[in-house]
C-alpha cells in the first residue's frame, strides 16, 4: 500500500445541459392558452402526458385535452387518487407503467396539473420516465403557485417520511392561471396566503404591507390581487432558488415557521392544514427569534396581525401547547436539526433576513425559549 | 383569445452544479485504497452505503469494509440478489427503505459495487435518495469497467423493458481495479473484450490493432494488460459522453452492433450473453454497412478477425438466422428505430466514425440488406 495504486487518471467532463432556465407565466385565462406556450417552450415533444388527480381532472381535464386537440397535440390524460397519502412510489409505478402502455416514448412531456401532490408526484414521473423528459407545471392551487411549483424538487413520500425519495428536476415552463383558483375555498386561499406573508415577513416589509391592505379582497379571491400577489411571491422566491438550486444552503431560509409548523402538523395528527400550521409557527418562531435577540423587537407582533388580518390562526391550540415533549422531539428529528439540536429560520426584522456569524440560514433555538414562545403566542399572552 | 393572457412572466435561473466532472481511477490494488480515493472525492459525506450483489459482497465484502473501517469512515453493506431480473424497481425501493432504517441522511454517499446492474441499480438509488446523494462506481466486471460505469446513465428495468425507469447521475468518481477481475471466468473477460473492439472499429485503428496482437493475455487476464485496456476505453468513450451527456445524439454511434446484438439476444431467450451478441452484431452490421456503401470495403473482414482471436462468435446461431422475420421485428421496435425503419450506428472504416449528411449518427438500413448480411455473416459464407 506504500506505493500508490493508481496507474492511470481519466478526467470525464461531462457538461450540464442548458436547460436550467425557465419562464413562470402568470395570467388569467392561461389554462386555455396552454398548448400554445407548451408547443413553444418544449420544442422537442411529440406528445404529452397530463398528470393529475382526479378531482382537478374532473375540473379541468376535458378543456385542456380540448384544447391540446385543437392545437393538434397529442395529449393523454392520466388521473391518479387524490391526497397526500397517495404520494407514495406506487402512484408513481402506476403513472410510470400506464404511460408505458400507452407507447410514451423518449420525446414525451409531462404536464403536471393540480396542487403540490400532482407537481411532486408528475415532477417524479418526468424525472424518471426514460432517465428524464420534461415537464411542465401548472399548479391549480395558491400553495402550489407560489410554493411547490418554482425550485424543481420532485418527490414521493415512503412509509418512514415525507420526500424521502424523489430529484431536482426543474420543470421547463410554469404556468399559473388565478381563475383556476375559482373553485377553491376561502380556506385554500388563506393556506396559500401563509406562505406568501412568509416571502414578505422574509425579504419584502413593504409586500408584507401590501398584503395586510388587501386582505379582504385576497381571501375572496379577486384575480387581479391574485396575480401580483403569485408574481411576486414567485419572484422572492425564485431568486432564493436561484442562489441555492440543490437546497444545500440558503433554500433553508423558506423554512420559517415550518420547524414548529411541522411539530403542529405532526401533534395533531396533521389535522391542522399545512398553511394555518405554517402561520402559528411563524408568530411563534418570531418570538422565539426575538427572545433571543435574532429578531428586531415587534417583529411577531407585526407577522401576527397581518396573519389574523387574513383570518389565519395565530396561536398553537391549546391542547398541544400542553404536549410540549411531544413537540420537542418532533423539531428534534426535523431535516433542519443538527446533532439533535432545533433549527429555525428566523427574519432579523420584518422583510430582512441576514446568515448567523457562521454563514448558516437557520439558528440554533435553545428548546426552553421555544417553550416560552410557545405559551406567549397561545391566547391571553400580553407579548404578542 | 386574442388578448394574450400572459400579465406577468418570471425567469428562474437555476444555475446547474459544477460537479459534472469525476476523475476515473484505473490501478491493480485500487480496492483496498477505495476509502482514501472516496473521502478525497466526496469530502461533504458522512456515511457510506456500499451497494453490492450477493456474489460481489462475498468476494469483496468484508474487504472493503474493513478498509473503510481502518479509515475511521463510517460504511455499511448493503446487498441485493444478483442478476439482471432482480434490477426492478422492488429492489431499488428495498434498498431505500434499507437506507432509511439505518438512518442515512442527506450527506450520505453510495458505493455500487459490481457489474453492470449494480451500477445502474445503486446510482438510481444514489440519484434519488433524498432527492440525489453522490455515487462513486466501482466496477468489478470487465463489462461495466469500459461500458456501463462511465457516463451516468442509471436505473431499472420494468415489465415493459430494459432501463424504462431510471436517471442521468453522474459518479463523483469512479474507481476500477484489475485484480478485481481475477474472479472472473474467462467468457466474462471476453464479453468485455467485445466491447473494447467496438472503440477500436469505430475510433482508433491502432487500438484495434493492439487488441489483436495481445488477445490470448487478454483473455488470460494480464493485469497490466487489462490496464492498459481498461484506460483506452475508458478515455475512448468519455470523449463521446463529453459531447453528449444526455444520450441525445453522438452517444447513440456506441450502439455499433447492438441494433442486431439486442435481436439476437431476445430470439435466443437471453440465453446468448450480451458480449457474444455484440460481438456477432457488429460483423453482422458491418457487412451491411458495406453492402450499403457506407462502410469501407473489408472492414468486417477485419473486425471479424479480431474478435475471432479472441475466441468470441462472430456468425449469427443457425437456427435464430434463420428466423429472419423476428430479428426485423424486434429491430423494428429497438430505441434507435425511427417510424419503425431499422437503424444501426456503423464505421466508415476501421477506426472511424462519421455523421450522415443529415448529422445523425445512426444511418437507416434497408431490412433486404440486414438480411443478406446475416446469411453472408453466417458459416460458410465467402463475403466475410
Known amino acids: 500500500m506504500s506505493k500508490p495504486a493508481v496507474q492511470r487518471r481519466i478526467r470525464v467532463h461531462a457538461p450540464p445541459p442548458g436547460v436550467e432556465e425557465y419562464d413562470v407565466l402568470v395570467g388569467s385565462g392561461l389554462l386555455d392558452e396552454l398548448p400554445r406556450h407548451v408547443a413553444a417552450a418544449v420544442t422537442a415533444a411529440d406528445r404529452f402526458a397530463i398528470i393529475t388527480p382526479e378531482p382537478v381532472g374532473e375540473l379541468f381535464g376535458e378543456r385542456v385535452l380540448a384544447a391540446f386537440g385543437v392545437a393538434g397535440l397529442n395529449a393523454a390524460l392520466l388521473t391518479f387518487p387524490d391526497g397526500e397519502v397517495h404520494k407514495t412510489r406506487q402512484a408513481w409505478a402506476a403513472l410510470t407503467d400506464r404511460m408505458l402502455e400507452l407507447g410514451f416514448g423518449r420525446r414525451s412531456c409531462v404536464i403536471a396539473m393540480g396542487g403540490g401532490v400532482a407537481g411532486d408526484v408528475g415532477g417524479f414521473v418526468a424525472a424518471t420516465y426514460m432517465r428524464g423528459v420534461p415537464v411542465v407545471q401548472v399548479p391549480t392551487t395558491l400553495l ?30 410554469v404556468v399559473m392561471d388565478p381563475l383556476s383558483l375559482e373553485s377553491l375555498p376561502h380556506d385554500g386561499i388563506r393556506a396559500g396566503l401563509a406562505e406568501a406573508v412568509k416571502h414578505g415577513a422574509l425579504f419584502d416589509a413593504a409586500y408584507l404591507d401590501w398584503i395586510a391592505a388587501n386582505g379582504a379582497a385576497l381571501v375572496d379571491g379577486r384575480p387581479d390581487l391574485l ?45 391542522l392544514p399545512h398553511g394555518f400550521a405554517v402561520s402559528i409557527g411563524m408568530v411563534v418562531e418570531a418570538v422565539a427569534g426575538e427572545l433571543m435577540g435574532v429578531t428586531e423587537p415587534g417583529t411577531a407582533a407585526r407577522i401576527r396581525l397581518v396573519l389574523a388580518g387574513l383570518g389565519l390562526p395565530t396561536a398553537p391550540p391549546l391542547e398541544s401547547a400542553s404536549r410540549w415533549d411531544e413537540l420537542a422531539a418532533t423539531m428534534r428529528r426535523d431535516k433542519k436539526a443538527k446533532a439533535g439540536v432545533v433549527h429555525c429560520a428566523l427574519p432579523a426584522a420584518p422583510g430582512a433576513v441576514l446568515p448567523t456569524a ?24 400580553e407579548l404578542v
Open 144 to 173: 402550489a403557485m407560489i410554493d411547490a411549483a418554482v425550485g424543481g424538487k420532485t418527490g414521493v413520500d415512503t412509509p418512514a417520511g415525507k420526500n424521502l425519495v424523489g430529484a431536482f428536476h426543474p420543470p421547463r415552463l
Open 227 to 271: 396575480e401580483h400577489l403569485i408574481a411576486r411571491s414567485v419572484q422572492l422566491k425564485a431568486a432564493v432558488v436561484a442562489a441555492d438550486p440543490f437546497d444545500q444552503a440558503g433554500r433553508a431560509v423558506l423554512n420559517f415557521g415550518h420547524t414548529v409548523g411541522h411539530a403542529l402538523e405532526h401533534a395533531t395528527g396533521y389535522s
Open 358 to 381: 457562521g454563514g448558516d440560514w437557520t439558528h440554533a433555538v435553545p428548546e426552553n425559549l421555544l417553550r416560552d414562545a410557545v405559551q406567549h403566542a397561545s391566547p391571553g399572552s
